[in-house]
């Protein structure tokens, strides 16, 4: 099992509190003889779905010496669990779980912003002090 990112708990927290029902932590993706896991699966109650939509999120701190080289191996893991889903569990939305000091501080800049764009990546921005949703950005 893999370590904990240090906002892990702040990111489920934010979750839970924005009324997603946290059914996987981890997440288990299993292709065959694969076996890889995203942090966490959540989804929304019946009475207040939303868009019936089933959530795996990958969280991200992006503490590392270089946000690009943390960038970029971010891209590569979503690439991957991603095509896996589409394989295993296609009625599940992926996304990139990260602060919001990472987003002022590297995902407004020009350069990330071009690679957001271009890659479509799903991102969920969380206040890590309150342990609230800033943003959904799909």
Do not use: C
């Amino acid at each position: 099992m893999p370590r904990l990112d240090i906002i892990h708990n702040s990111v489920k927290s934010a979750l839970i509190k924005d009324g997603w029902l946290i059914t996987d932590d981890p997440y288990v993706i299993q292709y065959r003889r694969t076996v890889l896991y995203a942090d966490l699966g959540a989804e929304r109650p019946i009475a207040v779905e939303r868009n019936g939509q089933k959530l795996v999120v990958e969280v991200k701190s992006f503490v590392g010496a270089s946000k690009m080289q943390d960038f970029k191996e971010a891209l590569g893991q979503y690439d991957i669990y991603r095509y896996l889903l589409e394989e295993v569990a296609s009625d599940r939305k992926l996304y990139v779980a990260i602060s919001d000091i990472a987003y002022n501080a590297f995902f407004t800049q020009d350069v990330t912003q071009l690679i957001l764009n271009k890659h479509q990546l799903p991102i969920i921005v969380v206040d890590i002090e309150t342990e609230e949703i800033l943003q959904w950005i799909n």
